[in-house]
């Protein structure tokens, strides 16, 4: 089974850039498009970057996405940290079948 | 504006059923696939299942393959989650989220189902 791998937690100061890492277990993750999530406590997820590297109207362009065959991995960077960053993030892709599938999750800490 | 309403959650016993609602609107509900995620508390994001636009098509997780059905009624701009057999594990908040080109573009709140004697 298609699987993706994310670290536990991240943490950086205010003002500086963070990267998040999302790597395949099997295949190639650029297959398929990866997409990354936020998730404040108590919250809905809210995406964040589609399609590798596209923000949605109203993310701001401190977050940007990128894929890196080499690795079989996707990144998340956030650049200009800011206190409200701070959440879990989640990289998602999907299967054959259509079926999404998530990395574990990770927590940034911005302090 | 695109909402969708989950409702349905809350206290069951082990092998209990409990039928999830999510209700849709502010767009075209029957051109979309949707899908169902759930939250164990603390812990990370869990597909469950996905169902086409038209409803002739449906997958699930192995962890409730058999257990739970995901349906549909267009006329109702709602989506459901059947789910029978419910064990501890399945304790977690259910997310339904349309889907996008394979990613979820809009998510509802959440319903919290808890699986407890």
């Known amino acids: 089974n298609f699987m993706l791998t994310q670290p536990h937690s991240v943490s950086e100061s205010p003002g500086k850039t963070v990267t998040i890492s999302c790597t395949g277990s099997s295949g190639s993750i650029a297959s398929n498009y990866v997409q990354w999530y936020q998730q404040r406590p108590g919250s809905a997820p809210t995406t964040v970057i589609y399609?590798?590297?596209?923000?949605p109207s109203g993310v701001p362009d401190r977050f940007s996405g990128s894929i890196d065959s080499s690795s079989n991995s996707a990144s998340l960077t956030i650049s200009g940290l800011k206190t409200e960053d701070e959440a879990d993030y989640y990289c998602?892709?999907?299967?054959?079948?259509?079926?999404?599938?998530f990395g574990g999750g990770t927590k940034l800490t911005v302090l | 504006e695109v909402q969708l309403v989950e409702s349905g959650g809350g206290l069951v016993q082990p092998g209990g059923s409990l039928r999830l609602s999510c209700a849709a609107s502010?767009?075209?509900?029957?051109?979309?696939?949707m899908h169902w995620v759930r939250q164990a508390p603390g812990k990370g994001l869990v597909w469950v299942s996905r169902?086409?636009?038209?409803?002739?098509?449906?997958s699930y997780a192995d962890s409730v393959k058999g257990r739970f059905t995901i349906s549909r009624d267009n006329a109702k701009n709602t989506l459901y989650l059947q789910m029978n057999s419910l064990r501890a594990e399945d304790t977690a908040v259910y997310y339904c989220?349309?889907?996008?080109?394979?990613?979820?573009?809009?998510w509802g709140q959440g319903t919290l189902v808890t699986v407890s004697s």
């Open positions: 169902i086409n636009s038209d409803g002739s098509s449906t």
């Open positions: 998602q892709s999907y299967d054959s079948s259509s079926a999404w599938v």
């Open positions: 399609e590798d590297n596209q923000r």
């Open positions: 502010g767009f075209t509900f029957s051109s979309y696939w």
């Open positions: 989220a349309r889907d996008r080109d394979s990613w979820g573009d809009y």
